[in-house]
């Protein structure tokens, strides 16, 4: 596949997948995107998952027909990427590796070898002529490991973005880039926002026409479009006016004070009503909702003194990742002491900048008149601007 006159994808579409890094559903798949370019002398970014190894090397010789590689830019050592990077040296003897220094030390972790007569160590800034091809790499620490670099190539205004930009899916199913997006840079890159803003500061001012990242399409056009739900993600701020509710339920209980705080919110006219049960969502569905819209009610059964299980492992995911900037409204049930409500407090505790609403609502088993009007006040309170 041609993406411009000099560079070819030479990437792979892995439909055999169970878990992407060992916890992420992937419905529709996941692509491992790789690169040639083609110029006075010939590079090739990134390699992909161990799997696909043979599959991968047949696309770089066609790519390259008659010539060989002369150096293979890695950009990321995760081995989603890096899984094949000795059998390219081993198939290409002469060609040379690129890299950050730490990616020679995550190598030798990985391979036992670094190369250490073929390389070529890269640092923020360094270029590395092509022919008319100049690149120019870039660090992009946390984004979202520390030996990480993305490249740019001024000739074609090219930006290999290595992980930021990808989405999970193959590249042979059609789908909305934003939703599988989202959940992948929440639930993978969520935490480093900070990063992921001083990478997008570093590259604002380059001419950029197309971004080649690592998972996920090749992006062309209304490159805007992505970039700014980027800086929304990264500064944890509100992309979607709406309210996520997410909660657990044993016996259909607070399910049912979940239903009804999601038909009060109808009917008072709030813009989206999402709502997740956390035993049985995919709970990366359920953290992405939590970080797309601005409201959040936790609704949860007092459980061993604490919170239930799938509440508690949704909150530790929403502060590991530095969940902040949201309104939350608190639901706990329980038959004898209740105390979900101060359990779920303190997790968050830490969180930046979350608003508390006033009422919070107490279930003792099941919804009487007092807990369905208090259900009422807190749909109130948390759809007020
Ligand atoms: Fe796609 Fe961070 O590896």
Redesign the pocket.
């Known amino acids: 596949m041609e993406i411009t006159y000099d560079i070819r994808y030479v990437g792979v579409n892995d439909h055999e997948l169970d878990l992407f890094?060992g916890q992420y559903e992937v419905e529709h798949g996941m692509a491992?995107n790789s690169y040639v370019i083609l110029d006075e002398k010939t590079a090739v970014l990134d390699s992909v998952d161990a799997r696909f190894g043979d599959a991968w090397l047949e696309q770089v010789k066609a790519a390259l027909q008659t010539r060989q590689p002369d150096y293979l830019i890695v950009q990321?050592m995760?081995?989603?990427?890096s899984a094949n990077i000795a059998a390219f040296m081993e198939a290409f003897p002469q060609a040379k590796l690129v890299a950050s220094a730490k990616s020679f030390t995550m190598m030798k972790q990985f391979f036992g070898t670094d190369f250490s007569d073929r390389q070529v160590v890269v640092k923020d800034g360094d270029t590395l002529s092509l022919g008319k091809h100049e690149l120019t790499f870039l660090a992009a620490p946390m984004v979202?490991?520390p030996e990480?670099i993305v490249t740019y190539d001024a000739c074609d205004k090219v930006l290999f973005s290595?992980?930021a930009f990808?989405k999970f899916g193959a590249l042979d199913v059609e789908e909305d880039w934003a939703c599988e997006a989202r959940r992948y840079y929440v639930g993978?890159v969520g935490k480093f926002g900070v990063q992921v803003q001083n990478l997008l500061k570093k590259v604002s001012d380059l001419d950029i026409q197309t971004i080649c990242p690592?998972?996920g399409p090749v992006l062309k056009e209304n490159l805007s479009y992505y970039i700014d739900l980027y800086h929304t993600w990264s500064t944890y701020s509100v992309e979607s006016e709406g309210v996520m509710i997410a909660y657990t339920s044993v016996y259909g209980n607070t399910k049912k004070a979940a239903l009804l705080l999601a038909e009060k919110l109808e009917e008072k006219g709030c813009p989206k009503v999402v709502i997740n049960d956390l035993a049985r969502c995919d709970m990366a569905e359920a953290v992405e909702d939590a970080f797309r819209y601005g409201r959040l009610v936790l609704a949860t059964t007092t459980y061993n003194g604490d919170v239930f299980p799938f509440m508690r492992e949704f909150l530790s995911e929403l502060k590991e990742r530095n969940f902040q900037n949201r309104r939350i409204g608190l639901i706990e049930n329980g038959s004898w002491a209740p105390t979900a409500v101060k359990a779920m407090r303190n997790m968050l505790e830490g969180c930046k900048n979350l608003t508390f609403v006033d009422t919070t609502v107490k279930i003792m088993s099941a919804l009487n008149e007092e807990s369905a009007a208090a259900i009422d006040a807190l749909a109130e309170e948390i759809c007020a601007d």
């Open positions: 890094e491992y990321h995760e081995p989603d990427h979202h490991w990480v290595a992980d990808g993978i690592l998972h």
